[in-house]
C-alpha cells in the first residue's frame, strides 16, 4: 500500500520547488513571504521578440473592420479596373486577382495562428497562475481555521478554569 503522502509533499509536487522543509508551519510562512502571483501580460511583454510583435500588430490589424471594409473596397476596384479601364491586364476571371488573394491568404493564416498560439502560451501561465495562489490561499485559509480552532479550545479552557474558580 502507498505511503499517504504530507501535506508538505504534495506543496512541493504541485509547486515544483524543491524544499528542505518537512514543518508545515514553516512550509505555510515560505509560501506567504513568497509571491507566488505573476503578471503574465508584464512577463509577456518584457520577452516579446521583434517577429511576435509583428505577428501580434498584423493578427491586430487583419481582424479589424477597417482592414476587412479596405479590403472589400480594394477587391471592388480591383474588378471594375480590369473590366472598364484595363481589359487586357487582369480580365475575367481575375486570375491575377485570385494569385494576390491565394499569396495573401497563405501568408496571412501562418502568422495569424502564430498569434494565437502565443495568446494560448500567455493563458496556460495565466491558469497555472492562477492555481498556486489558490493553492496558497486555500493553506493559508487551512492554517486560520488551525488556530481559530485552537483559540476556541483555549477559550473553552479558559472559561471552564473561570467556571471552577467561582465555585
Same mark, same amino acid.
Given at each position: ?42 512577463? =509577456?511583454?518584457?520577452?516579446? &521578440?521583434?517577429? =511576435?510583435?509583428?505577428? =501580434? ?32 491586364? =487582369? ?61 476556541? &479550545? ?14
Amino acid at each position: 500500500m502507498e505511503k499517504k503522502k504530507t501535506k508538505s509533499e504534495i506543496v512541493k509536487m504541485l509547486l515544483n520547488k524543491d524544499l528542505e522543509t518537512e514543518d508545515e508551519a514553516q512550509l505555510l510562512d515560505l509560501l506567504i513571504d513568497q509571491p507566488i502571483a505573476i503578471d503574465v501580460d508584464k512577463e =509577456d511583454e518584457k520577452n516579446k &521578440k521583434f517577429g =511576435d510583435k509583428v505577428a =501580434d500588430k498584423l493578427t491586430e490589424v487583419a481582424g479589424s473592420w477597417t482592414f476587412i471594409l479596405g479590403f472589400s473596397l480594394f477587391l471592388i476596384l480591383w474588378i471594375l479596373l480590369n473590366i472598364f479601364l484595363f481589359k487586357n491586364l =487582369d480580365p475575367y476571371p481575375f486570375i491575377l486577382l485570385n494569385l494576390v488573394l491565394s499569396c495573401v491568404a497563405a501568408l496571412q493564416a501562418p502568422i495569424i495562428m502564430m498569434s494565437q498560439n502565443r495568446e494560448a502560451k500567455r493563458e496556460v501561465l495565466r491558469n497555472q497562475n492562477d492555481y498556486k495562489t489558490d493553492l496558497k490561499s486555500e493553506l493559508i485559509l487551512e492554517e486560520l481555521h488551525d488556530k481559530m480552532d485552537s483559540i476556541l &479550545k483555549n477559550q473553552k479552557e479558559i472559561l471552564s478554569y473561570m467556571r471552577q474558580k467561582e465555585k
